[in-house]
């Protein structure tokens, strides 16, 4: 049973427009969530993370918007660029609950 | 600084080898991890260890056997491996194991290939 759901395996936006990665998650005793971006053949990084109290949290062009009656968060990428096609997971933690991942959606960014 | 390293990055090795990977982080991080990962699929976690000391093992094969000296290193001891073991290997370190807000911070992984 997939705890954290990403549904769309792929996703592609021009250079300089808005990119919008959604997840879905189903434990309500998650209170932690984060992206990661990775590369083929490397560990995931960090991008952004948001905890259960807050709705919203920038960093640069980043955004992680949550909102908790939904169980959904979404991560905004604005402008997107080149260098930000690669593989965005989605993950959720809880007190007790060790680190859960989405499947990833592949984001491609055309010049 | 947020870097775990990781080595080797590349492993090549029989089913009969033994073999170690290597984790370290200068963080002061309490908590470190190990996840596998199948191509297309997200990490799966292996082990946790808190304080160095095993806190969770998800129903991980024996021939997968984690160590930490100290609260910098963490150790994976490679046994007796099928080529379906065959992954990249992800270590992570976070502040301390369980908490609201604890980030995990990951190393590059070391490509396992098992002949």
């Known amino acids: 049973d997939q705890q954290v759901k990403q549904n769309s395996p792929s996703l592609s936006v021009q250079e300089g427009r808005i990119s919008i990665l959604n997840c879905d998650y189903t434990?309500?005793?998650?209170?932690?969530f984060l992206w990661y971006k990775k590369y083929p053949a490397e560990g995931p990084t960090f991008l952004i993370s948001?905890?259960?109290?807050?709705d919203k949290n920038e960093d640069g062009r980043f955004t992680v918007f949550l909102n908790k009656s939904a169980k959904h968060l979404s991560l905004h990428i604005v402008p997107s660029q080149p260098g930000d096609s690669a593989v965005y997971f989605c993950?959720?933690?809880?007190?007790?609950?060790?680190?859960?991942f989405g499947k990833g959606t592949r984001l491609s960014v055309i010049a | 600084d947020t870097e775990v390293t990781q080595t080797p990055k590349h492993l090549v090795m029989g089913m009969t080898n033994k073999k170690s990977l290597k984790c370290e982080q200068h963080m002061g991080h309490r908590a470190m991890y190990w996840y596998k990962q199948k191509a297309k699929k997200p990490p799966e976690l292996m082990f946790v260890?808190?304080?160095?000391?095993?806190?969770i093992n998800e129903s991980v094969p024996s021939r997968f056997s984690p160590e930490c000296p100290n609260s910098s290193l963490l150790n994976l001891h490679l046994h007796a491996l099928q080529p379906e073991d065959s992954a990249l290997y992800l270590c992570?370190?976070?502040?301390?194991?369980?908490?609201?807000?604890?980030?995990?911070?990951f190393g590059p992984g070391t490509r396992l290939t098992v002949l």
């Open positions: 260890y808190s304080y160095e000391k095993l806190s």
């Open positions: 993950a959720a933690s809880g007190r007790n609950t060790p680190l859960v």
């Open positions: 434990n309500s005793m998650f209170d932690y």
């Open positions: 992570a370190s976070s502040q301390r194991a369980r908490g609201a807000t604890d980030t995990q911070y």
């Open positions: 948001i905890s259960s109290i807050k």
